[in-house]
């Protein structure tokens, strides 16, 4: 069972950028789907973005778009989430999360088309 855990969350201005990383512990890397989701104070858990086996296709939230850039290396069994222009109101906790095998353009948002998931890297931006 593959094993998720985020990294490089922290506490920075808005406006600014962070790089948040999932390394994963599974050598099939390669055939697991990979998306990420975050989770404020009080709201549920929303999709932010979702990338595919090889990387080739990549889906996003529209609140994100133009913003974040998900992106994975299988040969180092990561995925990666490039936040630039970063906001207030994209502090959260987030989420890696995981599934063999290929998930649908209409459940890659879902987060219960995911079974695997890390235990989540806060982010905070301040105004």
């Known amino acids: 069972q593959v094993q998720l855990v985020e990294y490089g969350g922290g506490l920075v201005q808005a406006g600014g950028s962070l790089r948040l990383s999932c390394a994963a512990s599974e050598g099939t890397f390669s055939a697991y789907s990979m998306a990420w989701f975050r989770q404020a104070p009080g709201k549920e858990r929303e999709f932010v973005a979702a990338?595919?086996?090889?990387?080739?296709?990549?889906y996003y939230a529209e609140s994100v778009k133009g913003r974040f850039t998900i992106s994975r290396d299988n040969a180092k069994n990561t995925v990666y989430l490039q936040m630039n222009s970063l906001k207030p109101e994209d502090t959260a906790v987030y989420y890696c999360a995981a599934r063999l095998g290929v998930v649908s353009q209409a459940r890659s948002y879902e987060a219960r088309s995911y079974v695997h998931w890390g235990q989540g890297t806060q982010v905070t931006v301040s105004s």
């Open positions: 990338i595919s086996l090889r990387g080739g296709t990549t």
